[in-house]
């Protein structure tokens, strides 16, 4: 039987909630999805939002939050989400792409600064769990919104990540640290955002929201989510070790920040085909870390951005997640101490 390269972490605890919410007849929009926004808001020290079926409806909200005008420019790193690109195309505005660490696959700082002339705001994507230095990017007076859909529970100075811009987007589909099934949520740091979100979802239909039934499976996981994290950085500690008799390296935390391990990123001395097929001979299924990335539509953005290609062709995401189990992590363990 394969190891798939990310299972959600659903156990009996989680159904029970589901099941809970089925039999009350709360399945659509109601209490539990109110009551998810506000558990996200308490955990990372926020005012409040909205939860959404769609991860594109969430980050397209906190864009429209923040009273852009047409023509505006939005700066994103050339591996975050080509979701971003159709954001920002569907509401006039011009995105800004900048190429990223080699060693982090995070947004390179300095050329954040140096175009914030040019632009109005950014989208800081919390890329495979890695902590940016959020603070010198709000330092650059740009208008910040966090999407730490890989990075949940991560801390910087002990200040959790997705709690230094104006908005922040979580994704909770089935490959997200908690999962809803689908949909993600966005937050407002104070409560002028908070209106300025409610403005925006005014003028959206009910269709839209997170149903309940969703949202439960949520609030659980979230209840969970240290034990989560301990588990997956324990696993990942493993995999280093195993990793480090082989020629390849994985992506790395830069400074004092606390990452999470959203999978594991290993960044290859040799082609990617080569090992994911060694891989696949192990039952273990692979995947390129940044195959849905801005870079990876466009020869434009990979020409002029080398560092986000080079991770683009070299990067692959080994399993790593909770529910891997003693033996698969032994398998996955001796596969990285031998890759070809």
């Given at each position: 039987m394969n190891i798939s390269v990310f299972k959600p972490s659903i156990k009996r605890r989680e159904m029970d909630a589901v099941l809970n919410c089925?039999?009350?007849?709360?399945?659509?929009?109601?209490?539990?999805?109110?009551?998810?926004?506000?558990?996200?808001?308490?955990?990372?020290?926020?005012?409040?939002?909205?939860?959404?079926?769609?991860?594109?409806?969430?980050?397209?909200?906190?864009?429209?939050?923040?009273?852009?005008?047409?023509?505006?420019?939005?700066?994103v790193s050339a591996l975050a989400p080509q979701l971003y690109i159709m954001v920002l195309k569907d509401l006039g505005l011009e995105p800004l792409i900048a190429d990223v660490d080699p060693d982090s696959s995070l947004i390179d700082i300095e050329l954040v600064e140096s175009a914030a002339e040019d632009a109005k705001a950014i989208i800081v994507n919390y890329e495979m769990g890695f902590v940016p230095d959020i603070a010198r990017i709000a330092e650059t007076g740009l208008a910040v919104i966090e999407d730490i859909s890989m990075a949940l529970g991560a801390s910087i100075d002990e200040q959790k990540a997705g709690s230094f811009g104006r908005f922040t987007v979580i994704n909770m589909d089935e490959d997200g640290l908690i999962t809803t099934g689908g949909g993600a949520a966005?937050?407002?740091?104070?409560?002028?955002?908070?209106?300025?979100?409610?403005?925006?979802?005014?003028?959206?239909?009910?269709s839209v929201f997170l149903p309940d039934m969703n949202a439960s499976l949520g609030i659980v996981q979230l209840k969970n989510i240290t034990e989560?994290?301990?588990?997956?950085?324990?696993?990942?500690?493993?995999?280093?070790?195993?990793?480090?008799?082989?020629?390849?390296?994985?992506?790395?935390?830069?400074?004092?920040?606390?990452?999470?391990?959203?999978?594991?990123?290993?960044?290859?001395?040799?082609?990617?085909?080569?090992?994911?097929?060694?891989?696949?001979?192990?039952?273990?299924?692979?995947?390129?870390?940044?195959?849905?990335?801005?870079?990876?539509?466009?020869?434009?953005?990979?020409?002029?951005?080398?560092?986000?290609?080079?991770?683009?062709?070299?990067?692959?995401?080994?399993?790593?997640?909770?529910?891997?189990?003693k033996s698969n992590i032994s398998i996955i363990s001796r596969v990285l101490s031998s890759l070809p």
């Open positions: 089925m039999v009350s007849d709360r399945i659509g929009f109601g209490k539990s999805a109110s009551q998810l926004v506000k558990d996200l808001s308490d955990f990372l020290g926020l005012k409040g939002g909205h939860a959404f079926k769609e991860y594109y409806r969430a980050i397209k909200t906190a864009v429209e939050a923040l009273g852009l005008e047409p023509g505006d420019s939005v700066i966005v937050l407002a740091s104070s409560r002028k955002d908070v209106r300025a979100l409610n403005a925006v979802a005014g003028n959206l239909h009910q989560y994290l301990e588990s997956r950085l324990e696993i990942a500690d493993i995999f280093t070790k195993s990793l480090m008799r082989s020629r390849h390296k994985k992506l790395t935390q830069k400074g004092d920040a606390m990452n999470v391990y959203y999978s594991f990123p290993v960044v290859l001395d040799t082609g990617i085909h080569e090992v994911s097929a060694y891989a696949r001979k192990k039952n273990i299924l692979t995947e390129t870390s940044f195959s849905g990335s801005i870079a990876a539509y466009s020869e434009e953005v990979q020409a002029s951005c080398p560092n986000a290609k080079k991770l683009l062709l070299r990067c692959i995401n080994f399993p790593l997640y909770p529910m891997l189990g």
